[in-house]
Every structure is written in C-alpha cells, then in structure tokens.
C-alpha cells in the first residue's frame, strides 16, 4: 500500500520509511513564518532563556496585520520585532515597506513556498503554500517559539481526503466558489485533522492563483494542510525565485484515502457564505438584494492580480452605488505596482473605490475597515465569523471577487452574471 | 488529577474570534488583561461569572479558526477547568494542551449535562462524573501530551526538557 502526500512526506522528514495516520512524529521546518504575532513570540522565546534561535535563515516575518502602525501598541510590537530581527540576524524580514505586503502573498512570491517543504507559520493560513506542493500548517504562538529554540516541531500523520475536480467554470464562477461549495458540503468540520489533497484535470487547468485560493481555504472546513501536486505551472512560477533547494514530494498512486470526493465545474454557480459560519452557503441568486454598506476586495484569499483584474473588469466605467463603500487592498506591493503597470488601479479608484495599503486590516477587525453596528459588508475573505471585522452587530458575507464587485455596485448583493 | 466545577454550555463551531475577538490581538497582550474579554462575543456573562474550575461544554468544533493562542490563554488565566466537546479545531486543540488546558473530546456528555450543573473530572482515571451519577471515559491523553500539561504548558515543558528550569 503507497501513501498519501502527508505520510509521505512526514515518513521522509522524519526519517522513517513508513507512516500511518495517527501516527505522531517529530520533523524540522524548511521554514517557519510569522507577522506581527512575532513580538508575543519574542517575548515567549526570551522566557524559554535562550540567546540565539535555531536557525535565523529558517525563519520568516512580513508585518501585515496592522499595518501602517494603527496605535501606539502595535507601533511597540512592531519596534520589537525590528530589534529582535537585527540582533538575530534574520535576514528574511519584510517590514512595512513597499517590498512586503500580506505575509502568505508575499511568503510565496519571494519564492519560500516550495515543493517538498515542510512549512510551519504562526497564521492559520500558512497552509496556502499546499498550493505549491509544500506540507503547510498553522500553529500558535508557544510553538512557534518552541519551533524558534529548537527547530522541532510534533505532527500526528493525518488521514487523507482526495478532491477530484473536472470540468470548467462556466462564466461568472469562480475558485472561490469551489471550495465555497466544498466547504458548504463538508462543514466546517467535514475535514477537522485531515490533510486534503486537490486533484484532477480542472485542477492542471488552474492558474498559481486560483490554487492559492483554494488550499488558502482548507483551514475553514479543519483540515490541517491542501496539496496540489506541483506541474510545469508550479515549477515555473518557482523557477527564478526559489530561495532554496527542493524535491516534488507526490502521493503513491496506490495510497489510501478515507474519503475521495469528485466535483464538476461545469455545474457550479456564484456562491456566497452567510453569517456567522462558513458552511453556511448558499447560491448568490438566493440573496439578491440584501444591502450592502461596505464591500471589501483583498485579504490573503482573494487578492491578487487577477482578483483585481475581475474586480475592475466588472467596475470599468462604472461608479460604485451611492452609500457603498468599496475597499481594495492589493495582497502586496508587488500586485499592486503591477495593478498601477495595468491601470487597474485607475479603473477602480474611478469607480470611487478606496484602495488601502497591502495589509490584513479589515479582515480581523485591526483598522482600515471596521463595520458599524447593523453594518453589512460583502468581502472576498475567509472568515464570516460574528465580531470577526471588529463589530459582533456587524454582518459579513462572503463571496467571490466578482461577486462583491457587482454587489458594490448595485449596492446590493448581486449575482456577478447579471453584470458580466 | 481531579477537576470540579458547573458547566457552562455553548454549541457546534465556538470559533477563535468569539473566544476572543481579533481586533484585541495586538492590543492586548497581558493575560489578565486577556482573561477579560474571553467569549466576549458570544456570552458577555462568561467572564465575569465564571468561576475557577468551571468547565466548558460544547458542541462539534470548538476553537474552529485562527491560530490565535489567546483563546486558549484567555480561557486558561480564567482557571477554566477543562474544555469538554464533540469535537476539537486542530489548532485549537493544540494551543490548549501548550497553554496547559485540558481539552477532552467526549461527544456523549453535551446531551448528559445542563448549564449550571456541577460535573467531575478524574484526569487519572480518563471519567467524568454527572450530577444524576452517571460516568463517561474519554480517550486518556498520549503521554507527551500529558506530559505538557503536567509541566503547565509547552514553554515550561521545553525549559524543563533544556534544562533552563
């Protein structure tokens, strides 16, 4: 019996020949990220009594979650984290600058999220970079200053679940409709410990973003890590910007797996999520008409290029509706000089779009984009949670970048084919 | 080890930002100071009613979301006995056991058990006792997790393991 992308790569990490879910074994991280939870980790591993972390080329830190500084107290934390970077000499840091921008978007663009890597991060969302064939996951603070001291880290071998996608997006659909429609079939727990493999001729078909986007997503229905077998796509995404050695890892093709799931592309439609879970989904014609006060495009899920690109196609020539406030923020600098290099950042500041810094801001509640109370907000990120963007009265929707672009502009939530 | 204490009850998919909401990450960082906003979103009364010992009833999912450890510390500084649910969010799970917070997966006792109403745990023995005298097991902890929370956590676990301590 083979195994699935998980044992395999915990079994070679570990050293061992073979692995079974439910085993636990002890790997070292190829990388380990942080953002600005960095300073709360600084202060964890200085307690630990330790001078010099395990490996400062091995670790990671993008400043992201409130940036610019929003007060005093993140300015501290910030300062922190510039110190402890400097006396430890890691070199990877990107700080509040035009080089950096949302820590996933900007870990996978400077060429960290590798093939065969085992990649820890301090984010939930670290498991995005399954995108690129790596064994991503999210840990909390202790570990990862656990993972800082002794560049080791314990994982129980997860059962597998296989997702064969075939078939194309008809219009107006999109990747996040997808794993919408997949999180709203398996709950938010359908896949709670399990590592989840992408597979299948749709999936080939997919751009480096649209896999992003879904493996970004995995945590939302539990799982502990995506994958997508790396093809000539991934490879030559990597080719002049990986930072280090790597080796495609791919499943036997006789593994085991405790469920396999097929979707068509060709039968879904736009998606949205409702308040307060994210399983919570139902078809986007389904809602037409409920108010919107804010309409939020960006975060680690939807904000690249061609999010944006969608985004203004749908604006051009266009003004978002009166009472409507649409904020943009590009995943990172980078997407965003390329947006000004393709003027899609004039198509959407004319349709009186506010476009903010890269950054994760608004999408817990930090700054730049809190709601109101009795507020509505249709937002192109991975949480819907109640009080999630700083507001427990507030409301939050979930959907597509198409799908919030047509909503701004109607002022109420809109199917995106009306308007394609 | 044993644990006494009322029940305070919630349902399926208890996420990190109702546990404690994210607009405090970078504000907060004293874990008294933490203490004060645990579940502020969903039950303003748990914080300031809850009493050390109390255990945490839920259902499926509990601690679904963010990495953010503060739901666990927040929960821990508030001398929560245990978390008892259907089911656990992996990260969760894990910032609980490294924060020293006994988390027990024990579907049976979310129908057994009313808020408000005292129940047991035996750590030892892997049992829970209800009011009306009944006893449910749970799967004992690996070792190296009790381990862990034995030591209070990860980071007096590691200080221990290097010696520092």
Redesign the interface.
């Known amino acids: 019996m083979g195994m699935t992308f998980a044992e395999k790569i915990l079994a070679k990490k570990a050293g061992l020949l073979k692995v079974k879910p439910g085993d636990v074994v002890t790997v070292e991280p190829d990388r380990a990220l942080s953002h600005d939870n960095a300073a709360a980790i600084i202060k964890l591993f200085k307690s630990i009594g330790l001078e010099k972390v395990w490996n400062p080329k091995k670790i990671v830190i993008v400043l992201d979650h409130a940036v610019p500084a929003p007060t005093d107290k993140h300015a501290d934390n910030h300062k922190q984290i510039r110190r402890f970077v400097a006396e430890q000499g890691i070199e990877y840091f990107y700080d509040v600058n035009s080089d950096g921008g949302v820590c996933h978007q900007v870990f996978c663009e400077e060429g960290f999220a590798l093939p065969g890597h085992v990649i820890v991060g301090s984010d939930s969302h670290t498991c995005t970079y399954g995108a690129f064939g790596a064994f991503a996951t999210g840990i909390g603070r202790s570990e990862m200053a656990g993972v800082w001291a002794l560049g080791e880290i314990w994982f129980r071998v997860p059962e597998s679940i296989k997702i064969d996608l075939e078939g194309v997006f008809p219009e107006g659909v999109y990747a996040k409709d997808l794993i919408l429609r997949i999180i709203g079939d398996l709950g938010a727990d359908g896949a709670d410990y399990k590592s989840v493999e992408f597979s299948g001729s749709a999936i080939r078909n997919m751009s480096i973003s649209e896999r992003m986007t879904l493996c970004n997503m995995v945590i939302e229905m539990g799982a502990k890590n995506g994958f997508i077998e790396p093809d000539e796509k991934t490879l030559s995404y990597i080719e002049d910007i990986a930072k280090s050695e790597f080796e495609v890892i791919k499943p036997d093709e006789d593994a085991s797996y405790e469920r396999i799931l097929r979707y068509n592309l060709s039968k879904l439609e736009p998606l949205i999520a409702k308040p307060h879970n994210i399983d919570n989904v139902s078809p986007v014609k389904d809602l037409e008409g409920v108010k919107i006060d804010q309409a939020l495009i960006g975060t680690c899920t939807n904000g690249r290029l061609d999010d944006l690109k969608i985004a203004a196609s749908i604006l051009k020539g266009n003004k978002v509706a009166k009472g409507v406030r649409l904020i943009v923020i590009p995943a990172s600098w980078k997407v965003y000089k390329e947006a000004i290099k393709e003027r899609i950042i004039e198509i959407l500041i004319e349709s009186g779009a506010i476009i903010a810094p890269p950054g994760c801001g608004p999408c817990m509640g930090n700054h730049l984009g809190v709601l109101a109370s009795g507020e509505v907000c249709i937002s192109t990120a991975n949480r819907n949670f109640k009080g999630r963007m700083g507001n427990p009265e507030s409301q939050i929707y979930l959907a597509s970048p198409a799908t919030v672009a047509a909503s701004a502009l109607k002022g109420v939530i809109t199917d995106p084919r009306e308007v394609l | 080890m044993r644990v006494k204490g009322r029940v305070w009850k919630y349902g399926d ?1 208890i ?4 546990i404690f ?3 405090y ?3 907060v ?1 004293d874990p008294l100071e933490m203490a004060k906003h645990a579940l ?3 039950d303003p009364s748990f914080a300031k009613e809850v009493k050390s010992g109390d255990i945490i009833v839920a259902g ?2 509990f601690g ?6 503060q739901a ?1 510390t927040c929960l821990k500084v508030l001398g929560v006995g245990a978390v008892i649910a259907k ?5 969760f799970y ?2 609980a056991i ?2 020293g917070l006994p988390v027990i997966q024990c579907p049976e006792i979310f129908d057994a058990v009313e808020k408000g109403e005292e129940i047991e745990v035996d750590f030892k023995e892997s049992k829970i006792f209800t009011p009306d005298g009944r006893v449910f097991n749970f799967p004992p902890f ?1 070792d ?1 997790v009790r381990g862990i929370l034995e030591d209070g ?3 007096p676990h ?2 221990r393991r ?1 010696g ?1 301590e």
């Open positions: 998919d996420n990190t930002d109702v909401p994210g607009k990450t970078y504000v960082s502020e979103d969903l499926k999912n679904c979301g963010s990495s953010r450890e666990a089911s656990f969010a992996r990260i894990r910032n490294n924060q690996p190296f956590g990860l980071i590691i200080k290097i520092k």
